[in-house]
T-cell receptor, first 109, second 116 residues
Framework: GQNIDQPTEMTATEGAIVQINCTYQ??????LFWYQQHAGEAPTFLSY??LDGLEEKGRFSSFLSRSKGYSYLLLKELQMKDSASYLC??????????WGAGTKLIIKP | GAVVSQHPSWVICKSGTSVKIECRSL??????MFWYRQFPKQSLMLMAT?????????EQGVEKDKFLINHASLTLSTLTVTSAHPEDSSFYIC????????????FGPGTRLTVL
């Protein structure tokens, strides 16, 4: 079956760095997405990785290793507004998005 | 980025009534639209995939006679929850994907449905 694993919840301090991991086992791979979702709102796009390596975009970076079925989202200089759920999703061979359950990130002052 | 709208943003209805939710792509043509449901503290659950001009493909466990999907044009898809019951109360989110670009789905803001 298809499976995406990410931690349920993480806590970090304002101004610090946090890394949210995601491992996946899917039928085919056409890219991995990270989305941010605030409570009561729809997800918003953060990043897309299809090749191995690190993609940096401002305070957020995303890493992919296809051979390991592994990705992480790195958030730097954490701000209180970064408190949200972070969803990892993989585009499988049928171009269907397979979603992880999400990681709730709690930022403390 | 591309914009997807949903209407209404929230709706409260009585048990047994039907509710229609609209999803529109405002500045691009969406050949494929997706309907998701999200219960509190859970991840998105894909309900169905709809392609313009053809019948929707429903995920296992989703009743197609209860959740009617119509994708009549390249910019509009509708989800009708028929004979809604309290257990149908949820956050319904649509997303749209432009023709050849499989890289990204653009999400609507969601519709919160509460069935009394």
């Amino acid at each position: 079956g298809q499976n995406i694993d990410q931690p349920t919840e993480m806590t970090a301090t304002e101004g610090a760095i946090v890394q949210i991991n995601c491992t996946y086992q899917t039928s085919g791979f056409n890219g991995l997405f990270w989305y941010q979702q605030h409570a009561g709102e729809a997800p918003t796009f953060l990043s897309y990785n299809v090749l191995d390596g690190l993609e940096e975009k401002g305070r957020f970076s995303s890493f992919l290793s296809r051979s390991k079925g592994y990705s992480y989202l790195l958030l730097k200089e954490l701000q209180m507004k970064d408190s949200a759920s972070y969803l990892c999703a993989v585009l499988d061979s049928n171009y269907q998005l397979i979603w992880g359950a999400g990681t709730k990130l709690i930022i403390k002052p | 980025g591309a914009v997807v709208s949903q209407h209404p943003s929230w709706v409260i209805c009585k048990s047994g009534t039907s509710v229609k939710i609209e999803c529109r792509s405002l500045d691009f043509q969406a050949t494929t639209m997706f309907w998701y449901r999200q219960f509190p503290k859970q991840s998105l659950m894909l309900m169905a995939t709809s392609n313009e001009g053809s019948k929707a493909t429903y995920e296992q466990g989703v009743e197609k006679d209860k959740f009617l999907i119509n994708h009549a044009s390249l910019t509009l898809s509708t989800l009708t929850v028929t004979s809604a019951h309290p257990e149908d109360s949820s956050f319904y989110i649509c997303s749209a994907r432009a023709g050849q670009d499989y890289n990204e789905q653009f999400f609507g803001p969601g519709t919160r449905l509460t069935v009394l």
